[in-house]
């Protein structure tokens, strides 16, 4: 990804994510109102059938409840994504719903799994990996702000509540770990300073000339040699600032 492109505004930074949790909605609205029973397209583990599920359970919801608790981090965290690795994103949600929804496959229990908190855990999971990986400061930082508003959701990877999909959080949770180490090369670098670099040499940096040896400054003045016989050739002199 070229320098100039990273962490660039764009429609599509808040479009996208716009669409998708609309498209939420609507699908839940069709559910309830025509009676699809969408439940039934989830995922069941270990069942041919509930393969299905691994591509449509992300789009499926129980309830309001359940479908309001996914929206408003599928908001924040897909505008983060956007914004912040646009060139991953969308190989970051789809193969996120896929490879998590074949871990929650193998893994789960032998019930419907569906909602979209599997790849709300790969968000959570990838954006703070990847920051931390990464070591460049906007991206640590946001690693941060991830922790301080989802760092709680940690422990709906455990079975502490009857009725959730732990599994399907632990999946997500391992998928975004996974796309932190295999996402390397197509993220923003941190910025390297001149004196940072191996090829560094500081008897050629401009600055470090206005000192001598003992640390004083050298004040350089710009003269013009009428008399050469390039007149176009600037000459340097300058004087050294000592105390006495």
């Known amino acids: ?37 969408l439940s039934n397209y989830g995922i069941y583990p270990l069942r041919l ?5 691994v591509v449509l359970s992300p789009f499926i919801h129980g309830s309001i ?31 996120g719903i896929l490879i998590s929804g074949l871990l929650t496959w193998l893994i789960g229990r032998p019930s419907y799994h569906i909602g979209a908190s599997g790849l ?7 954006i703070f990996f990847k920051g931390v990986f990464a070591k460049h400061f906007r991206l640590i930082a946001l690693s941060l702000i991830v922790v301080f508003l989802y760092g709680s959701m940690i422990w709906y990877t455990l079975p502490i509540e009857k009725g959730i999909s732990w599994e399907g959080h632990m999946s997500g949770f391992i998928t975004g770990l996974l796309f932190a180490f295999l996402f390397k090369k197509t993220i923003a670098k941190p910025k390297k300073y001149e004196w940072e670099k191996k090829e560094y040499n500081e008897d050629n940096d401009p600055f470090l000339k206005h000192f001598d040896a003992d640390g004083n400054f050298i004040e350089f003045k710009e003269t013009d ?20």
């Open 1 to 37: 990804m070229e320098a100039q492109n990273d962490f660039r505004f764009s429609l599509g930074v808040v479009a996208y994510p716009l669409y998708m949790v609309l498209g939420l909605w609507i699908i839940y609205w069709c559910d309830v109102r025509f009676g699809l029973h």
């Open 49 to 53: 059938s509930g393969l299905r599920g």
């Open 65 to 95: 409840k359940h479908l309001y608790h996914n929206s408003l981090p599928l908001l924040v965290l897909l505008t983060a994504l956007f914004y912040f690795y646009r060139s991953i994103a969308w190989r970051v949600i789809v193969y």
């Open 120 to 126: 709300v855990y790969v968000l959570v999971s990838f």
């Open 225 to 244: 040699n009428t008399d050469d016989e390039h007149p176009s050739k600037i000459n340097y002199i300058y004087k050294e600032n000592k105390e006495d």
